[in-house]
């Protein structure tokens, strides 16, 4: 366990593992936000002004928990990972600029969009706000989402002599990874901030409450999580085929297919004998990963036999790939069933059961996210960047790794515990039925 490699893979899980979840939210929250302020002064409805100013208040908590883990990444890639630094730092230097200048310009119009409540004659003038807000939280994910494509797709440079050298920094941002990740961050991104805002109106509606300001909530994220949940869909749908053409050892991996072969079946769940390849109890799906592949029943798939065994990805990772589905499966189908039931006037959207799988959708969306980052960043083992350097090359040599390890691992316990007494302290305080009150509504 002394072994620096291990434990700067291990630390690096940890970071990014608590990182993620900040991150995501962070992404996803503020276009509901933006969303509600405009209801509320459209429909000139309080209820919607009052979410988007709690929203705002947990939405900046969040924030500076990310700055925190942000930070932190930002200085472990030089420490842990220093050969990967020399090598490709000054190939994804660009996007990794650009990342810190969206987040400031989020930042910067945050502070102004939390100060100003009510300053404004015109209250579009301070909604017009809230669109920096969301353009810097999403350019901040597409700029970083780029890096990670460009690990898993480089390009942009020549090597010369060992070196890296003619270094073309929008070749290497606009790889051929980009297009699927970015779309599949965003949207998972969106539907995580969706589930979240629901859950909680969803919940505050099995304890009894009856204020209208919880259900013009509930209604307003479940229509967000219909719409991101079929667009993760389709998404997941388009990076099958990336992988299939960039990456067949990595899906293979993902399906325990190890003999190319046409009409490729797709495995869910099942029980792997590595030595013989053989799997028990799995369910089989004739001609699908052919379609997922390729859109045809009868395409060849590549099988995990064409590539050396030593740069196979580890073969867990298809329990990580099928836990993403599962869910993402899982969200879409609930959304579907919630205006199922809101507009057949026979059936009732606040079932005390459909409420239960609204509440269970945010920490399955979470679960979903953790999953797809373990599938993605595992199945590309033994490389940190494909095919130019692996992670054994790139990690450091130094000791002390392991105390590092224990520091962080320390502080992310903290953070995971103080984080949702602070957001559960600052709502009680003053409810949504007070905040309503006071400012006249009617409930």
């Known amino acids: 366990m002394n072994d620096p490699i291990v434990v700067s893979r291990l630390l690096t899980f940890v970071t990014l593992g608590f990182h993620i979840i900040m991150a ?30 709690r929203w705002t208040r947990g939405y900046t908590i969040l924030v500076a928990v990310g700055v925190v883990t942000g930070t932190i990444i930002g200085f472990q890639l030089s420490l842990l990972w220093p050969t990967f630094m020399q090598q490709a730092g000054h190939v994804i230097s660009l996007p990794l600029f650009m990342e810190t200048f969206a987040f400031f310009f989020e930042a910067i119009f945050l502070g102004i969009y939390l100060y100003t409540w009510n300053r404004f004659r015109n209250p579009y003038h301070h909604w017009l706000l809230s669109i920096p807000i969301v353009l810097g939280s999403s350019a901040s994910a597409f700029f970083i989402t780029t890096v990670n494509a460009f690990m898993n797709t480089p390009q942009g440079f020549d090597r010369e002599n060992g070196a890296v050298a003619n270094v073309q920094p929008l070749v290497a941002m606009f790889n051929p990874a980009t297009p699927s990740k970015l779309s599949h961050v965003l949207t998972t991104a969106y539907l995580t901030g969706a589930l979240i805002l629901a859950a909680i109106a969803a919940y505050h509606l099995m304890r009894g409450k009856t204020a209208v300001y919880y259900k013009k909530g509930l209604h307003l994220a479940m229509k967000g999580a219909l719409v991101f949940a079929i667009a993760t869909v389709v998404n997941g749908d388009i990076s099958g085929k990336f992988l299939a053409v960039y990456q067949p050892e990595k899906l293979a991996a993902a399906e325990w297919h190890f003999e190319t072969e046409e009409r490729a079946k797709l495995l869910i769940g099942g029980i792997l004998d590595p030595d013989e390849q053989e799997v028990k109890f799995g369910i089989e799906i004739p001609f699908a990963l052919s379609i997922l592949a390729f859109n045809r029943p009868s395409a060849e798939v590549i099988g995990l036999n064409e590539f050396p065994e030593e740069l196979w990805p580890p073969l867990y990772i298809h329990y990580f790939f099928n836990l993403m589905v599962f869910i993402g499966m899982f969200l879409a189908a ?51 960047i494909r095919g130019m350097l692996t992670v054994s090359d790139a990690a450091t040599t130094a000791e002390h790794v ?21 957001l559960i302290r600052l709502f009680s305080k003053k409810n949504a039925e007070a905040e309503l009150e006071n400012q006249g509504v009617i409930l």
Do not use: H
């Open 334 to 384: 609930v959304s579907f069933i919630y205006f199922i039931c809101y507009y057949v006037r026979r059936l009732q959207p606040l079932n005390p059961w459909l409420l239960r799988m609204v509440v269970a959708g945010a920490p399955l969306a979470i679960l979903s996210i953790e999953s797809g980052w373990i599938m993605t960043e595992v199945g590309r083992q033994p490389w940190i």
């Open 24 to 53: 995501t939210i962070g992404v996803g929250l503020p276009i509901y936000i933006s969303i509600a302020e405009y209801v509320g002064i459209k429909k000139k409805d309080r209820n919607y002004i009052v979410m988007a100013q």
């Open 402 to 422: 392991w105390e590092m390890l224990l520091l962080f691992s320390g502080l992310y316990m903290a953070l995971a515990i103080l984080l949702p007494l602070i």
